[in-house]
């Protein structure tokens, strides 16, 4: 089946560590997005990325960091920097044809808490 | 920063009747799409809609789009209970490299 994965469901994290929130698509997309969704709120973009080994901040990147090092991995991890990370987490990834973005496949969302 | 603006936020309607909720955005798009998200769960796309297009539907779903008014509608016919979701609009902005959301619709369908 083809598909975007996001792993742990539930994740549980003490303050001050940090903690990494798996991404992977067998797609075959080029770009790949993290979003951050807060109870009842929209999404806001966090990075995103058009190819391997290349990377953009999104609105809300402070406190986060990603790698993009193949084209089906797109890890982000939540520092101890980042003041409030307890929200619902989203992974997607879509192509782009002709300069315009087509649909966007979503995982099925990590929930991270902050004990 | 926010591109697009769905209205209502919130819209409670009895099962069999239609539902309309409407996005408003700033700047020219590229296309702009439409998405379902159930409680705790990942976005599902429902339609994309170019700028060059006025209209288009999918099943029980007709999505319009005004460029002169940067608006778009989503109407759902004939409502069932699990249609209760949010719906969330998301323009490719020309502007940006990126898509942007909105903040969603909450939809409840009433038996």
């Known amino acids: 089946d083809g598909g975007i994965t996001q792993s742990p469901k539930y994740l549980f994290r003490k303050e001050g560590q940090n903690v990494t929130l798996s991404c992977e698509q067998n797609l075959n997309h080029d770009a790949m997005y993290w979003y951050r969704q807060d109870p009842g709120q929209g999404l806001r973009l966090i990075y995103y990325?058009?190819?391997?080994?290349?990377?953009q901040k999104g609105d809300i990147a402070e406190g986060y960091s990603v790698s993009r090092e193949k084209k089906e991995s797109f890890p982000l991890t939540v520092t101890s920097a980042q003041k409030n990370p307890t929200a619902f987490y989203l992974c997607a990834s879509s192509e782009r044809t002709g300069g315009e973005y087509n649909e966007q496949f979503f995982g099925p969302g990590t929930r991270l808490t902050v004990l | 920063s926010q591109q697009g603006e769905e209205d209502p936020q919130a819209l409670s309607i009895q099962e069999g009747e239609n539902a309309t909720m409407n996005c408003s955005y700033k700047?020219?798009?590229?296309?702009l799409q439409w998405y379902r998200q159930n409680s705790g769960r990942g976005l599902v796309h429902l339609i994309l809609?170019?700028?060059?297009?006025r209209e288009k539907h999918s099943g029980r779903l007709r999505v319009t789009l005004d460029t002169s008014k940067k608006s778009s509608s989503l109407l759902i016919t004939a409502s069932r209970a699990a249609d209760t979701a949010s719906y969330f609009c998301a323009t490719d902005a020309k502007r940006d490299d990126k898509i942007i959301f909105g903040k969603g619709t909450r939809l409840h369908i009433l038996p």
């Open positions: 809609i170019r700028s060059n297009e």
């Open positions: 990325s058009q190819i391997v080994n290349d990377f």
């Open positions: 700047t020219s798009i590229n296309n």
